[in-house]
């Protein structure tokens, strides 16, 4: 589970010469980790195969533009449920708490609500309360991967994965409007 989780951080984080060179690696290591199905590791074979062969600066581009010229695909997870109030600052605070009581150090680059981040701390946890903790955002993510869907992004399987690991359907919870202003990349 520890590997999966890191793995899906890779995924999911801005791509990096790190990134790129460990990719190759991802599916032999997701198999033997045994947590993801056979359909899942396959459905996240062409995000794989693409971080590992396709020029980095297009792909950088891409997640720019994908994930941080709007609010829609965020993956700050606060930023779906608090916006800009000052509700986020004490939920940011009360997270990165939670990771340093875990001995997570958090480069002072990432906000404590950053989805990678928030795996990488997953990662560190005994099975079980890692996936009682995913299953607190798992509606965000769930909705998150259905918008990730509409627009057939390579990105789409990784946020689903995640989906089923927190047994979400994001039916109850639906977060910020995915047609919001500020959201550049339709």
């Known amino acids: 589970m520890r590997l999966t989780f890191r793995i899906l951080s890779a995924l999911l984080r801005y791509p990096d010469e790190a990134v790129q060179r460990a990719a190759p690696e991802f599916a032999a290591a997701l198999a033997e980790d045994g947590l993801l199905s056979a359909g899942q590791r396959a459905a996240l074979q062409p995000l794989i195969g693409a971080l590992a062969s396709e020029d980095l600066l297009d792909l950088q581009e891409r997640y720019v533009a994908l994930f941080d010229r709007g609010r829609a695909l965020s993956l700050h997870l606060f930023e779906h449920v608090h916006g800009e109030s000052r509700d ?43 996936r009682e903790e995913l299953a607190q955002p798992g509606v965000i993510v769930a909705a998150l991967a259905r918008r990730l869907d509409e627009r057939a992004s390579p990105y789409a399987p990784a946020m689903q994965t995640l989906a089923e690991l927190a047994r979400a359907d994001g039916e109850a919870f639906d977060i910020a409007p995915p047609h919001h202003p500020d959201d550049l990349a339709r």
Do not use: H, N, T, W
Not at 93 to 114: H, Q, S
């Open 88 to 130: 986020r600052g004490q939920a940011m605070v009360d997270l990165r708490d939670r990771y340093e009581r875990e001995g997570l150090e958090i480069a002072a680059k990432e906000l404590p609500d950053y989805l990678p981040l928030f795996l990488e701390y997953l990662s560190i946890l005994p099975s079980a309360q890692a």
